[in-house]
């Protein structure tokens, strides 16, 4: 009697035992799925501001070796994608935006509209961000990463106030002056507040306060201000 009881009890160990040893290969394998569907979801997020950025600085005619440190970035979230989910949806997705920014040109991603504009600044940030954080983990070094940033910075003028200009100038065509005045003074207060050297700049000043002019002439400054008066004095010494 007292060995059936031990063997029952024995019994009922290996079965609670054998239980919580699935119950445990379970949870691990649920919480690994988790994570590793967490990590899928993350590596698409960041692949695909990756080639929206990528798309964004091909347009814009960015320095081709900033390009290709955002574009190898990219491909290594690629890659792990394929080790965690070859044939996935995410994977599939991913890989139909590379090859779109592969042949991104200038034509290929018009900037006609504030939201463009606005879409574009937005990702040229982020390439500068990504950078920075490249140069935290030592993938690069932090005087690249200040040049880079500084040419960015400047890229993101650039396509910001260009195209401000352009739309100003539409505006001009179509006889539509208060929205030409908008859009040629967004540009003038973008590219002046940029902080990059003056010669950078200066033509596309002079060529938007010209048109700003043809709008709004300047009125003439009246004579005998200071002003004058040192300019009358440089003029005789």
Request: charged share 25%; aromatic share 4%; hydrophobic share 45%.
């Amino acid at each position: 009697m007292l060995q059936d009881n031990l063997t029952y009890i024995i019994l009922i160990a290996v079965v609670g035992l054998a239980a919580l040893l699935t119950s445990h290969v379970i949870s691990s394998r649920e919480k690994d799925a988790s994570a590793r569907a967490e990590r899928l979801k993350w590596l698409l997020q960041q692949s695909e501001h990756c080639f929206n950025a990528l798309m964004i600085m091909r347009a814009a005619g960015c320095k081709s070796e900033i390009v290709e440190r955002v574009d190898a970035h990219a491909q290594t979230l690629l890659d792990e994608m394929e080790v965690l989910a070859p044939g996935s949806d995410a994977l599939s997705s991913a890989r139909t935006l590379k090859a779109s920014a592969d042949r991104a040109t200038a034509s290929s991603v018009p900037m006609n509209s504030d939201r463009a504009i606005k879409r574009a600044s937005i990702y040229i940030r982020f390439a500068s961000r990504l950078l920075e954080e490249m140069a935290k983990a030592d993938k690069l070094s932090s005087q690249l990463a200040a040049s880079y940033a500084q040419e960015l910075h400047w890229l993101n003028v650039s396509i910001v106030a260009t195209a401000h200009l352009a739309q100003g100038q539409k505006s001009l065509s179509a006889e539509d002056r208060p929205a030409a005045l908008s859009h040629l003074k967004h540009a003038k207060a973008v590219l002046t507040r940029a902080m990059v050297p003056q010669q950078l700049k200066q033509d596309r000043l002079q060529q938007i306060q010209s048109l700003l002019d043809s709008l709004e002439p300047r009125q003439p400054r009246p004579r005998g201000t200071l002003a004058d008066d040192l300019d009358g004095y440089f003029r005789d010494r």
